[in-house]
């Protein structure tokens, strides 16, 4: 498998539980991205990364918890989700900030 | 506010006929702007981007910084055409903000 990787590509959490998204690329670019896709909304960014550091959060709440151990692998933690956080979950990548991205096929969410 | 409009939530047209996706942008800065497609069961994929002012799958893109447009088209549809296709606007610090995309249907 080339390009992004996300998994897992479906998850059912309850409030309580705590999880993780996984997403890894080898693809030697060194920015990498959240994004969450809700129903009849646009792909909204939650955070980037830029040579594991990041550079933006997107007022996304605490609940949600982003870490880039090094430049091929960024994880969301989820923690006491409520049931409008139940969505697409898309992780991309690019070589920097300023060129264009590569999605993954994504993390469907559903909290129960 | 930067902003990404695409007034068509679905686009239906016929084999052969001329397409065209709208997109205006609100941004005080210097756009950059791409068009995105995703096909059935595929990941999101770039179509093009402004800067490079190529002509991908038959479809073509013009910035217009006086109607603060970019307008996907395509003189003649094909079947396979058929995805949603998303308008972004790159920001400064490299965002992008994604307009709420535009499905189109491509009958036979």
């Known amino acids: 498998e080339t390009g992004v990787t996300q998994t897992p590509r479906h998850l059912v959490m309850g409030m309580t539980n705590k999880k993780s998204l996984k997403c890894e690329q080898h693809?030697?670019?060194?920015?990498m991205y959240w994004y969450k896709q809700s129903a009849k909304k646009p792909l909204e960014l939650m955070f980037v990364?830029?040579?594991?550091?990041?550079?933006e959060n997107n007022s996304v709440p605490s609940r949600f918890s982003p870490e880039c151990p090094n430049s091929s692998h960024l994880f969301l933690h989820l923690h006491t989700l409520q049931p409008e956080d139940s969505a697409l979950y898309l992780c991309?990548?690019?070589?920097?900030?300023?060129?264009?991205?590569?999605f993954g096929d994504g993390t469907r969410l559903s909290i129960l | 506010a930067q902003r990404v409009t695409q007034p068509e939530k679905l686009l239906s047209v016929f084999k052969g006929a001329p397409v065209e996706l709208k997109c205006n942008y609100s941004?005080?800065?210097?756009?950059?702007l791409f068009w995105y497609v995703q096909y059935s069961r595929q990941r999101l994929q770039l179509l093009l981007r402004?800067?490079s002012r190529e002509s991908i799958k038959g479809f073509t893109a013009d910035l217009n910084k006086g109607e603060t447009s970019f307008h996907l088209k395509k003189p003649f549809a094909q079947e396979e055409d058929s995805a949603m296709y998303y308008c972004?606007?790159?920001?400064?610090?490299?965002?992008?903000?994604f307009g709420q995309g535009t499905e189109l249907s491509v009958k036979p």
């Open positions: 991309a990548s690019s070589p920097d900030p300023y060129q264009p991205q590569h």
């Open positions: 693809l030697g670019h060194n920015a």
């Open positions: 990364y830029s040579l594991e550091e990041r550079v």
């Open positions: 941004y005080s800065g210097s756009p950059e």
């Open positions: 402004h800067i």
């Open positions: 972004a606007l790159r920001i400064q610090g490299g965002k992008l903000i």
